[in-house]
């Protein structure tokens, strides 16, 4: 019996809008069956952010070197600083069936798109731009100057939005989290179906 490669998530969204809160709200929960992948940066770790949890925390030399490597699905310089998702992490997980949830910004996400077509992708949404401002302030980890940026490089990347399979407003954690695990469940019962018919087919044939 064939095992069925797992599903890979991608949720995505401009700086600022819930991406973290609604993943951890989400990994939270018994319930939840998805592999967290943990990205790379080069960026400082902020207060209270450790190696291997939140991040790998690695300087640019050895970033710039896995990129040459093809080590990285993915990666994008946002805001002066380099993110990558490593790739055997993802392909061995789904090798292994299990589902994979990535939490990426917008250039990252598209490079996904183009080698990982069959992904789930998600786009999570600000109820408005003066929510997110405000979300940014509120959080309390960058400087003014720093969320300024982030809130202008975040109008190019809602023009992005139609380019994914859903959009998720994160107007409520527990609702948008509600959401996205809908959208996956359906996701998930889309590609059993679509296998059924397949292997009926074959059978026929
Ligand atoms: N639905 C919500 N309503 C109100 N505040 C929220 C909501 N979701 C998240 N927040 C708050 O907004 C701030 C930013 O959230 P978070 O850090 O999760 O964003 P992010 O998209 O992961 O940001 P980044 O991409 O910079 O890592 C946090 O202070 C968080 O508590
Ligand atoms: N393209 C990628 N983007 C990533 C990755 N991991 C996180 N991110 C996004 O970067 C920005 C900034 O993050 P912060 O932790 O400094 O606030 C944010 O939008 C993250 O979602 C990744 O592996 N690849």
Do not use: W
Not at 32 to 48: A, C, D, K, L, V
Not at 108 to 137: C, N, T, W, Y
């Amino acid at each position: 019996m064939f095992k069925q490669r797992g599903l890979l998530i991608v949720l995505s969204g401009p700086s600022g809008v819930g991406k973290g809160t609604v993943r951890k709200e989400l990994f939270a929960s018994p319930d939840t069956n998805y592999e967290y992948s943990i990205s790379m940066t080069t960026r400082q770790p902020r207060e209270g952010e450790a190696d291997g949890v939140d991040y790998f925390f690695r300087p640019r030399e050895v970033f710039e070197a896995l990129i040459e490597e093809g080590k990285l699905l993915e990666h994008a310089e946002y805001v002066g600083n380099y993110y990558g998702t490593p790739l055997d992490y993802v392909n061995e997980t789904l090798d292994s069936g299990r589902d994979v949830f990535l939490e990426i910004e917008v250039v990252g996400a598209a490079q996904v798109r183009e080698k990982m077509p069959d992904g789930l992708f998600i786009f999570l949404a600000p109820p408005s731009l003066s929510h997110l401002e405000q979300r940014l302030v509120g959080r309390g980890t960058e400087v003014l100057e720093v969320i300024a940026s982030r809130v202008a490089k975040a109008r190019d990347e809602l023009e992005m939005m139609d380019l994914y399979d859903y959009v998720v407003e994160n107007d409520e954690v527990t609702k948008a989290c509600d959401r996205i695990n809908a959208i996956v469940t359906a996701e998930h019962c889309r590609r059993e179906r679509v296998e059924e018919r397949y292997l009926a087919m074959l059978e026929g044939e």
